[in-house]
């Protein structure tokens, strides 16, 4: 039996969220600079047979249920515009926390398209595969390969990988669930409306982490005030991070209830993970790298 192929499905992070407007259908018009961090779910394939997926790790449980998984849902979306497509059986390790703002579910539904793009002899770049990315979620695309770029429309402009330093951070996550739908309630913008934001700072070819770190400080998370209202966990999780030393900024990504701190250097954030971690037992904290 051949050893399969494997990838991983890093942590998607949001370091802006700016809300521009809604259009008339209901979608939100959204500009976000998006990295990836070095945590990561694990997926593997082991090629021919049926379809099937099997989900393990400590955060399987909160996965749902397998047959309704993104993994299937991304491999049968390009199965579908690709007849005769050589499956198999994936494996997903789930480290990631779900539903938490990171974009692990989409990150996995990439990874499958990675895998069987790499099995298929097809381009990750190839129509079939950007077309059954888009059709899985909004957030798949940008995980197909997965570098930091701006992310605008309704996720399905995708922008051409920016150059940045690496930022050192932590991940926590308190362990609420704040469903998307409610907190773009929250937000109360009516369709076709506009929110009159000023255009989205330029963060590529910032070379050294200070001045990156200073350029976010101009920016927002739109999402952050009505998440913070559905749960003000998230608020504690946010003041538990910046209240460590070393930390130069942070914000919720995505539509929480992750966090996520940015520290001076590697120490910095190591010893944030280990000082939250003991004093929030229950919280999901990792310290790592943003890229």
Same mark, same amino acid.
């Given at each position: 039996?051949?050893?399969?192929?494997?990838?991983?499905?890093?942590?998607?992070?949001?370091?802006?969220?700016?809300?521009?407007?809604?259009?008339?259908?209901?979608?939100?018009?959204?500009?976000?600079? @998006?990295?990836?961090?070095?945590?990561?779910?694990?997926?593997?394939?082991?090629?021919?047979?049926?379809?099937?997926?099997?989900?393990?790790?400590?955060?399987?449980?909160?996965?749902?249920?397998?047959?309704?998984?993104?993994?299937?849902?991304? *491999?049968?979306?390009?199965?579908?515009?690709?007849?005769?497509?050589?499956?198999?059986?994936?494996?997903?390790?789930?480290?990631?926390?779900?539903?938490?703002?990171?974009?692990?579910?989409?990150?996995?539904?990439?990874?499958?398209?990675?895998?069987?793009?790499?099995?298929?002899?097809?381009?990750?770049?190839?129509?079939?595969?950007?077309?059954?990315?888009?059709?899985?979620?909004?957030?798949?695309?940008?995980?197909?390969?997965?570098?930091?770029?701006?992310?605008?429309?309704?996720?399905?402009?995708?922008?051409?990988?920016?150059?940045?330093?690496?930022?050192?951070?932590?991940?926590?996550?308190?362990?609420?669930?704040?469903?998307?739908?409610?907190?773009?309630?929250?937000?109360?913008?009516?369709?076709?409306?506009?929110?009159?934001?000023?255009?989205?700072?330029? *963060?590529?070819?910032?070379?050294?982490?200070?001045?990156?770190?200073?350029?976010?400080?101009?920016?927002?998370?739109?999402?952050?005030?009505? *998440?913070?209202?559905?749960?003000?966990?998230?608020?504690?999780?946010?003041?538990?991070?910046?209240?460590?030393?070393?930390?130069?900024?942070?914000?919720?990504?995505?539509?929480?209830?992750?966090?996520?701190?940015?520290?001076?250097?590697?120490?910095?954030?190591?010893?944030?993970?280990?000082? @939250?971690?003991?004093?929030?037992?229950?919280?999901?904290?990792?310290?790592?790298?943003?890229?």
């Amino acid at each position: 039996m051949s050893p399969g192929l494997t990838t991983r499905a890093p942590a998607k992070v949001n370091l802006t969220l700016h809300v521009l407007g809604r259009r008339h259908d209901g979608y939100h018009v959204l500009e976000s600079l @998006v990295v990836f961090a070095g945590v990561a779910d694990r997926l593997h394939l082991q090629p021919g047979g049926g379809l099937s997926l099997s989900v393990a790790g400590p955060k399987a449980a909160a996965a749902g249920p397998d047959d309704d998984n993104l993994v299937l849902r991304a *491999a049968r979306a390009l199965a579908e515009r690709r007849p005769g497509l050589t499956l198999g059986a994936f494996t997903l390790t789930k480290n990631l926390p779900a539903a938490a703002g990171i974009g692990g579910g989409s990150s996995d539904a990439a990874g499958a398209l990675r895998l069987l793009a790499r099995l298929n002899g097809l381009a990750i770049d190839h129509p079939d595969v950007v077309a059954a990315a888009r059709a899985t979620g909004a957030d798949v695309p940008v995980c197909l390969d997965p570098r930091a770029r701006m992310m605008r429309g309704i996720g399905d402009e995708i922008g051409p990988p920016v150059p940045l330093p690496p930022l050192f951070a932590v991940l926590a996550n308190p362990g609420v669930a704040v469903p998307t739908p409610e907190v773009f309630r929250r937000l109360g913008l009516a369709k076709g409306g506009s929110t009159g934001s000023a255009a989205h700072p330029d *963060a590529g070819g910032i070379a050294d982490a200070v001045r990156l770190v200073e350029t976010l400080g101009a920016t927002r998370n739109d999402l952050e005030p009505p *998440a913070r209202a559905a749960a003000p966990e998230i608020g504690a999780a946010l003041g538990r991070l910046a209240e460590q030393p070393g930390c130069r900024l942070a914000r919720m990504s995505g539509s929480g209830a992750t966090v996520f701190g940015i520290y001076d250097d590697c120490r910095a954030a190591s010893r944030a993970a280990r000082v @939250v971690s003991r004093a929030e037992p229950g919280w999901w904290v990792k310290a790592t790298v943003l890229r």
